[in-house]
């Protein structure tokens, strides 16, 4: 199958122990669903090296895929949306991702997400 260009965009909330499997998780998506290009929007208080380091081995595993990582805060969720809808309009989908202790948290996220972008949703693991 060849893969596409046009990236699939991640919305996501997980415990720092649970990052390693969420990514192993979203690259295999990312393939299944045809694309060669991932944007991680990861909420979380953790710094950008400290989810990177988390993730390092799931990184190197997939180095043939092209990788955006964002980090932000949970105060700036409506920042994220304005990104995601600005940067990212030609998107091939949207994937959601939460562990069990962020699914509260995520839930209400996921009712600030445009309808646009709804329609986009090709798998929801926070249901």
């Known amino acids: 199958m060849q893969l596409e260009n046009r990236p699939i965009v991640v919305i996501s909330s997980a415990s720092p122990e649970d990052i390693p499997n969420f990514i192993r998780m979203m690259f295999k998506d990312c393939r299944l669903n045809g694309s060669k290009k991932l944007v991680i929007n990861f909420i979380s208080s953790i710094s950008y090296p400290e ?11 997939n180095i043939d895929l ?3 990582i964002y980090i932000w ?3 700036e969720i409506d920042q994220m949306m304005k990104t995601i809808l600005e940067k990212y309009q030609d998107m ?7 562990d069990s202790n962020n699914k509260q948290f995520m839930e209400k996220i996921i009712y600030k997400i445009p309808n646009s972008i ?3 949703i090709i798998k929801d693991y926070c249901k």
């Open 66 to 68: 092209g990788t955006y």
């Open 118 to 120: 709804k329609a986009n």
């Open 92 to 98: 091939k989908g949207i994937i959601i991702y939460c």
């Open 73 to 75: 805060s949970p105060e």
């Open 51 to 61: 989810f990177v380091q988390n993730a390092r081995e799931s990184l190197l595993d």
